[in-house]
Structure formats: structure tokens, C-alpha cells
């Protein structure tokens, strides 16, 4: 199944496979489709060049975080967040 950008019946709109910077919306985007079935995981990743790993960790910060949970800056501050609780107070 290969799908061009913004021809999804569920208006998820896939960023195009030659993506380089990854918004945190592109990555969402990305996530939404494999879950909604419009695209497969193995398919995202040889699409986008990703590994199964970093799809898996993107699906497990958009969970886990929601969009904000992509930014490549604000990954490192959660895990700190969840490793040291008491450290919270120190990024807000």
C-alpha cells in the first residue's frame, strides 16, 4: 500500500519520504497512520529510514508525552524526569 501526502481518508497527512528535519507533527503523523493502518510499520520505516526501534520509541513518547513528547530536546528532560522525580522542578 503506498500512499502520496494528504491523500489519506483519515486526513492524516504523511510527510514526504525524502523528510530530513523531523517536526514533532511529522513524527506524529507518521505514528498515526501506522496505527490507523494506512501505512505499516515496516513500510514507515523503509519509507522514512528508520529502524523498529526508533518508531517504537516515537509511538512510546507520543503516549506517553503527546506531541510535545517528539521534540528531540525535550525527549532527554522527560527520561531525566522519569529516572529522577524529584528533578522536575528543575525544568519548569
Not at 514507515?44 to 513518547?61: D, G, I
Request: a positive charge; hydrophobic letters at 40%; charged letters at 25%.
Amino acid at each position: 500500500m503506498s500512499l502520496q501526502p494528504s491523500l489519506s481518508p483519515f486526513g492524516i497527512d504523511l510527510p514526504p519520504a525524502d523528510t530530513k528535519r523531523w517536526s514533532p507533527s511529522r513524527k506524529a503523523a507518521v505514528v498515526a497512520a501506522a496505527r490507523a493502518g494506512l501505512i505499516s510499520r515496516e513500510e514507515a520505516c523503509s519509507r522514512y529510514l528508520l529502524s523498529a526501534e526508533e518508531l517504537a520509541s516515537w509511538e512510546k513518547a507520543l503516549d506517553q508525552n503527546g506531541v510535545p513528547g517528539l521534540r528531540t530536546t525535550r525527549q532527554q528532560i522527560y527520561r531525566f524526569a522519569q529516572l529522577h522525580p524529584t528533578a522536575q522542578m528543575r525544568y519548569r
